[in-house]
């Protein structure tokens, strides 16, 4: 391969991109656990980030067609281990989504975010396939509802959201109709401002139904897919009784923080004065008060962007929004250009992973959104969600290498 | 794709950039706001918001006397705060009435306390009464933000009320604050007078904190670090003193009715045993919270007692300044203890005749002191001259600070030639000035510290110890006690210039014919000196110094009794009556008065119109 072919198929910017977040990611976790005790958890990160950039390659370099034929039975293979860590898996922390791999402990639930994404679009690639067939609409929902289900039995609200979000756009890229795109929103929209109260309820049933009534295709569906809405709204009060105490609170408490200021609310709380109190340019590296003195807890997972957002203010927290941006443009970007149906769907699934993951982390700490346990792409500690970060990016890369190619 | 796909894609690209740019709008708009529009906020909630500091006052050390006697002890008092955020200031006049304060003082301490943080609790009243208290807790409904600590106020377990020695604590003033820095808050105790603020950074010890994580409505929702971040107050330091509570309340009960001082010291080190300044008044009057009444009569007072005459009075000694004259003489070679004077009972030099008590006919150095005869001290003066009279003074500490370890201290005034010229004009004086210092009258002025040191020094000799009243400070942990040390220096002069004026100091008060018969000590040789110091303004004041044993001295004393005529029958039983209390433990003389055998008890309970007598 010579140099000007090696210049062709390497994504120099989205290598950099990734490599500048993974440095902002190791100098935040080691100033999120900066204390006595918590070198090890510094440590560990670095070893993540050095397994992680193997692994980045190892998917870069794995022969497009391979990719393509694995796609199916990686997907299977990430359902039975989804299921056998219900069995056998160890909780932390009140939920079961750990698998222990020696001294690894590894989250099945991370890896099977990309194998659904390769899975879905195996499925929807297929010229055979249309979206506006509502059988086939109906087996990709069933392709992201089985992983989806699987997981919030663990129980793992943070990661089943992901999913929704990757499908959503998926849904869109792939050609579903308005009137699918409406019609899978709405219900959504109607349970989350039930839960904000009635008025919002009624505006978002409102919204919902003129939207339904323009983009429909079929009456009968679209008063079907409106009477859905209204009763998903109505019945998410009985769901939110059936909610698992923890997720009850950390919805009320998205809603009121100082509902239970020991738990969430006090985390979005604790998380916006970091932040906040961060200013133009951040009180410097290991000088962070809040970050210091750990009163976010969880801060080196899911609260990691405080780090950056106190010790180095403003311009900190906007240079790692740009650099997101950035690689979820460059994401979109490819997805464009990728000649192959089924690379541009896996470039926008799992750029719509990546983007889901970051919007909603940063939102919750912005105090813009509810905390839901979502970790920061290339920040946040943690192996697994570490690894499969730096796998998508891989695959990005490996689709680039690829995007003249039918 | 084919070519539609390829337009369909393109359109759907510019959506998702639209999608991921809006959003990412919407974020650098919220840090924006977050970080430049609030960042005040947030950063002053980062700082007292999510951590609230709760103060933990440490207990202040305790003062021991030389015995080993507990003499300042601490009782519990409760003080009632107010939290700034949760206080509704409707409440204010109802809360004046339980505790009995001013609305307008309330209001005050309240925004004073809010513009330092409206989470932290403002001291609102210390010592508050019980009954105070349980109508306070009864209403707490009523009245949110209303709460009390629990803190400490100064026990005097002593007879002895030893008020300007020992000092008061007070609430910090505006003024304190700022010139004792960062350490102190509104509403904390600092040591005001006497050892108090001598010793305030060693009594008091180090404020503790305890962290609290506290929600936007401030309540305490957790410990950070689950407490193990909190800062334990460390306990302030233990002061022993050189002093003997026994004796002092003795001698306080000697000058119980008069005015004046007495100080006694140790000559060996230079410790005062006792120091007396009346009147006087209780310190447990100050304790809790100063009635402001209170304060106004003892300010107003014109009998002074929060003056420390012991430190602070400047008198002239009168005879008792004999032995430094004489001192002066011969250490300068003017004479030799046989130098004699006729004493016919005046003195005349130019057109000013100065008066004797007495004819003392002809007499040598020796009786010259015993009998205190002026006439003699007059020449002699006159042929000392100014200068040799004010080096000597100068080398036993006359006219100059003591550097006691209280607070408060007047250097007393020795005339110098330089003095003199710079009050009277280089030619605006005479020798005619003289006489009077001779006999120690006239400009000179001396405090009775300064008098006992100066019998300290003529008992030990020529030793100048520096006075304290604090031995030693006994910390708490580690357990140690460290002994202060304070300077000393030798008065140099020849053995005979000692020998002959102790002997005739012993002459003074142990053989006939001296003046201080009335300080004598049974079984006990004592020396000492008696003097009138002329008072302009009424009834002379009586001085005595002295010391015992003559031969091993173990006290040295100086007592001053004002306007209450000779020293040798107003002063000189009152110190005899001291060395014996000290040196015997208890009265031995038949004919002491029946009030002064049984030392004084303090009143129980505060008597808030009680400026003691």
Redesign the interface.
């Known amino acids: 391969m010579s140099f000007r072919d090696l210049k062709e198929r390497f994504d120099t910017p989205t290598a950099l991109i990734t490599l500048a977040l993974l440095v902002i990611g190791i100098f935040s976790v080691y100033s999120a656990t900066y204390d006595a005790k918590a070198s090890e958890t510094f440590q560990k990160q670095l070893l993540f980030v050095v397994i992680g950039l193997v692994a980045l390659t190892g998917v870069a370099l794995i022969p497009f067609r391979l990719l393509q034929l694995a796609s199916y039975p990686a997907y299977f293979l990430s359902i039975l281990l989804l299921v056998s860590v219900l069995i056998l898996g160890r909780t932390v922390s009140g939920s079961t989504s750990w698998f222990t791999l020696g001294t690894l402990r590894l989250q099945p639930s991370e890896f099977a975010k990309i194998t659904t994404v390769l899975a879905l679009a195996t499925f929807m690639s297929r010229s055979d396939v249309s979206l506006r067939t509502f059988r086939h609409l109906l087996i990709a929902a069933g392709i992201v509802l089985l992983p989806v289900v699987l997981i919030m039995m663990q129980p793992d609200t943070g990661t089943a959201i992901i999913y929704l979000g990757m499908f959503f756009p998926l849904l869109y890229w792939g050609g579903a109709s308005r009137f699918t795109l409406v019609a899978v929103i709405a219900p959504a929209a109607a349970a989350v401002a039930a839960l904000f109260g009635t008025t919002p309820f009624l505006v978002a049933v409102l919204v919902s139904g003129v939207l339904l009534y323009v983009t429909k295709e079929h009456r009968i569906v679209a008063a079907g897919m409106f009477s859905l809405t209204v009763l998903v709204g109505i019945s998410v009060q009985f769901i939110y009784e059936s909610l698992r105490h923890y997720q009850q609170k950390r919805i009320a408490t998205f809603l009121d923080p100082n509902v239970d200021p020991l738990g969430a609310g006090y985390n979005i709380l604790q998380s916006k004065v970091a932040i906040g109190s961060g200013g133009l340019i951040g009180k410097g590296y290991l000088h962070g008060t809040q970050t210091q003195l750990n009163f976010i807890p969880e801060q080196w997972t899911d609260f990691i962007f405080c780090v950056p957002g106190e010790e180095f203010g403003f311009l900190g927290a906007a240079t790692v929004l740009f650099l997101f941006l950035a690689l979820l443009w460059r994401g979109v970007s490819l997805g464009a250009t990728i000649k192959n149906r089924y690379g541009s769907l896996v470039a926008i699934g799992i750029t719509a992973i990546l983007g889901t993951h970051t919007f909603v982390n940063i939102g919750m700490s912005l105090g813009l959104l509810p905390v839901v346990g979502v970790p920061l792409p290339f920040l946040s500690y943690g192996g697994s969600a570490l690894l499969a970060a730096m796998m998508m990016v891989g695959l990005l890369m490996n689709l680039y290498a690829h995007r003249k190619e039918y | 794709?084919n070519q539609q796909d390829d337009i369909?894609?393109?359109g759907?690209?510019r959506?998702?950039?639209a999608i991921?740019?809006l959003?990412?709008l919407?974020?650098?708009a919220?840090?924006?706001q977050?970080?430049?529009i609030?960042?005040d906020?947030?950063?002053r909630?980062?700082?007292e918001?999510?951590?609230r500091t709760i103060p933990k006052e440490p207990v202040r050390g305790t003062i021991f006397d030389r015995t080993g006697a507990l003499v300042v002890d601490n009782r519990p008092a409760f003080t009632v705060t107010l939290m700034p955020f949760e206080f509704d200031k409707r409440n204010t006049g109802y809360l004046s009435i339980l505790l009995s304060v001013d609305p307008e003082f309330i209001h005050d301490r309240l925004k004073k306390g809010e513009a330092y943080s409206r989470f932290a609790p403002v001291k609102i009243k210390r010592d508050v009464d019980f009954r105070a208290l349980s109508s306070i807790e009864e209403n707490r409904e009523r009245l949110p933000g209303v709460d009390y600590q629990v803190e400490s106020k100064r026990y005097y377990t002593s007879h002895a009320f030893a008020a300007h020695i020992l000092g008061y604590t007070k609430e910090i003033s505006e003024t304190q604050m700022k010139a004792l820095g960062t350490d102190y808050a509104q509403g904390d105790v600092v040591g005001s007078s006497g050892l108090e603020a001598q010793y305030e950074s060693t009594l008091r010890g180090q404020k503790g904190a305890e962290f609290s994580?506290v929600?936007?409505?401030g309540?305490v929702?957790?410990r950070?670090?689950r407490g193990k971040?909190d800062v334990p107050a460390v306990e302030g330091n233990d002061l022993v003193l050189t002093m003997d509570f026994g004796l002092q309340a003795f001698a306080e009960s000697l000058m119980a009715g008069r005015r004046g001082a007495i100080v006694a010291v140790d000559p060996r080190d230079g410790g005062v045993l006792a120091m007396v300044s009346k009147p006087d008044y209780d310190l447990s009057l100050f304790s809790g919270v100063t009635p402001p009444e209170l304060w106004r009569a003892l300010n107003g007072d014109e009998a002074a007692p929060l003056f420390n005459r012991a430190t602070l009075t400047r008198y002239p000694p009168g005879s008792t300044f004999k032995m430094l004259v004489a001192f002066a003489a011969l250490e300068s070679g003017t004479i030799t203890p046989h130098w004699r004077v006729t004493c016919q009972g005046g003195f005349r030099f130019g057109r000013k005749v100065f008066k004797d008590l007495h004819v003392h006919g002809s007499v040598d150095l020796v009786t010259a002191i015993q009998k205190s005869c002026n006439v003699y001290f007059y020449q002699l003066m006159l042929k000392l001259g100014l200068d040799n009279w004010t080096k000597y003074g100068d080398r036993f500490g006359f006219g100059r600070l003591s550097g006691i370890d209280i607070y408060e201290e007047n250097p007393g005034l020795l005339p110098s030639t330089a003095y003199m010229d710079r009050r009277y004009g280089k030619d605006g004086w005479t020798r005619g000035y003289l006489p009077n210092l001779g006999i120690g009258q006239g400009e000179l002025g001396v405090t009775p510290l300064q008098m006992a040191q100066y019998a300290a020094v003529l008992a030990n000799r020529g030793e100048y110890h520096q006075p304290h009243i604090v031995h030693a400070v006994a910390s708490k942990s580690p357990r140690r006690v460290d002994t202060l040390s304070f300077q000393s220096r030798l008065i140099g002069a020849a053995p005979a210039t000692w020998n002959v004026i102790r002997e005739a100091m012993r002459r003074v008060v142990e053989e006939t014919g001296g003046t201080g018969g009335q300080a004598r000590v049974q079984g006990i040789q004592s020396a000492g000196k008696t003097g009138t110091a002329q008072n302009p303004h009424g009834p002379d004041h009586a001085w005595y110094v002295g010391f015992a044993p003559y031969d091993n001295p173990r006290i040295a004393i100086a007592v001053l009794v004002e306007n209450a005529g000779f020293g040798g029958t107003a002063a000189a039983p009152i110190a005899g009556m001291c060395v014996e209390r000290y040196l015997y433990g208890r009265l031995v003389r038949t004919d002491a008065p029946p009030a002064f055998r049984a030392p004084r008890q303090r009143p129980l309970a505060p008597q808030h119109a009680g400026i003691a007598p």
């Open positions: 794709m369909e894609i393109h759907k690209q959506v998702m950039y991921i740019a959003m990412a919407l974020y650098i919220r840090l924006y977050l970080q430049l609030y960042s906020e947030y950063g909630k980062s700082e918001n999510s951590i994580m929600n936007a409505r309540q929702i957790a950070v670090d971040s």
